[in-house]
Structures are given as C-alpha cells and as structure tokens.
Nanobody, 118 residues
C-alpha cells in the first residue's frame, strides 16, 4: 500500500518560514519524480515544485527564489523549504509522487495546511 505522509504545516506570520516533509512508503522512491502542489480555497490545485529522480528541479514562477525542494532517497523523503512566506501562499500543500517512466502511476498525500497570517 502506497502512502505519502506530509508534515510540517502550520500557521506562520508573513515573512516567516516553514519546512514541509513528505515520507513515502510502498514505492521504490528512487524511481519516482516527487513534487509539491497546493490548493487554496476556491482555486484549482497548482504545481509548486518538482524534483525528478535525477534531481532535476522545476519551480512555479511564483515561488522561484523563495522555496527550495529537495529529496533524500535514503529516507524516502522529499522536503519543501519555504521562506519569505506571503499570505497568498496560504493553501493545503500536497505531496505528489509520479513514476519516472510509467507516467500514469502517481499518488497523492493527504495534504497539510499552511496558513500565512499576522
């Protein structure tokens, strides 16, 4: 059974930082592109960042330079360091895993709430 378990969300003031973690089980982690998506109330889910199994990274323009995605294959984990957070970054953040070859084999985590507010 595949599980993606996120942690690290919470409430932080504008300008603050958070680090999200996602631990995967039930997959061969090194064979998967990992990523983070987010969904704000009333909006569609959108890409935040992805990192391939070859460590190629892609960011949404809105987070480039403020967010950093990384992965630790030994720990089956992917991370998202978020700095200089803004109120518009408030959303549920979802961990995502997609097989690097079998593109229709993908999984989602349950999401973790990130709220940026003073």
């Amino acid at each position: 059974q595949v599980q993606l378990v996120e942690s690290g969300g919470g409430l932080v003031q504008p300008g603050g930082s958070l680090r999200l973690s996602c631990e995967a089980s039930g997959i061969i982690f090194s064979s998967y592109t990992m990523g983070w998506y987010r969904q704000a109330p009333g909006k569609q889910r959108e890409l935040v960042a992805t990192i391939t199994n070859n460590a190629e990274i892609n960011y949404a323009d809105s987070v480039e330079g403020r967010f950093t995605i990384s992965r630790d294959n030994a720990k089956n984990s992917v991370f998202l360091q978020m700095n200089s957070l803004k109120p518009e970054n408030t959303a549920v953040y979802y961990c995502y895993a997609r097989h690097s070859i079998i593109s229709d084999r993908y999984y989602w985590g349950q999401g973790t709430q990130v709220t940026i507010s003073s």
